[in-house]
T-cell receptor, first 109, second 115 residues
Framework: EDQVTQSPEALRLQEGESSSLNCSYT??????LFWYRQDPGKGPEFLFTLYSAGEEKEKERLKATLTKKESFLHITAPKPEDSATYLCAVQGSARQLTFGSGTQLTVLP | DTEVTQTPKHLVMGMTNKKSLKCEQH?????MYWYKQKAKKPPELMFVYSYEKLSINESVPSRFSPECPNSSLLNLHLHALQPEDSALYLC??????????????FGPGTRLTVL
């Protein structure tokens, strides 16, 4: 059974204070690891897909990395508008995504 | 364009009502999904359609009835719901790639309240 664990559950940062979110996973035959951002009451917004260990992707202040056991979402110099819940999900040999419980990020001005 | 649209945005219904949720995508995706999401929880998969055929039903109660009229549209028909069915209902679509990871794009959701 595929499993995803995200840590921390909640993170409060000052504006400009860089940090990382962790996503640990076990999966049978990784096809992809996905990061989403979700604002309250809205649908998840796609951020990144990572396919294999060693891969990295960047978008503005966000950078996602992948190893064989975990993925990190690095946030550099965050702004208040980066406040959201960040979800990690994996897709293994089955079609379904297995989601983690998310990290709720708050960036204070 | 990676847009999935959902209507309505909000829906309030009684336990004896019949209503439908609608989802549309114009990305040429061949897989479409319904998810249910409770507050502070991740999305839970309900149904998957692949090439307009139901391929996965995650043991969802029969009061939820999905329909895929064509490759761009997905409906979720609701009947005799319970208050515990109140949640954010999300639609998603993907290309349905058979090899590498198949990125799913989500709509904004329908906030459903059952009285």
């Amino acid at each position: 059974e595929d499993q995803v664990t995200q840590s921390p559950e909640a993170l409060r940062l000052q504006e400009g204070e860089s940090s990382s979110l962790n996503c640990s996973y076990t999966v049978s035959g990784l096809r992809g690891l996905f990061w989403y951002r979700q604002d309250p009451g809205k649908g998840p917004e796609f951020l990144f897909t990572l396919y294999s260990a060693g891969e990295e992707k960047e978008k503005e202040r966000l950078k996602a990395t992948l190893t064989k056991k975990e993925s990190f979402l690095h946030i550099t110099a965050p702004k208040p508008e980066d406040s959201a819940t960040y979800l990690c999900a994996v897709q293994g040999s089955a079609r379904q995504l297995t989601f983690g419980s998310g990290t709720q990020l708050t960036v204070l001005p | 364009d990676t847009e999935v649209t959902q209507t309505p945005k909000h829906l309030v219904m009684g336990m004896t009502n019949k209503k439908s949720l609608k989802c549309e995508q114009h990305m040429g995706h061949r897989a479409m999904y319904w998810y249910k999401q409770k507050a502070k929880k991740p999305p839970e998969l309900m149904f998957v359609y692949s090439y307009e055929k139901l391929s996965i039903n995650e043991s969802v109660p029969s009061r939820f009835s999905p329909e895929c009229p064509n490759s761009s549209l997905l409906n979720l028909h609701l009947h005799a719901l319970q208050p515990e069915d109140s949640a954010l209902y999300l639609c998603a679509s993907s290309q349905d790639t058979q090899g590498a990871g198949d990125t799913q794009y989500f709509g904004p959701g329908t906030r459903l309240t059952v009285l």
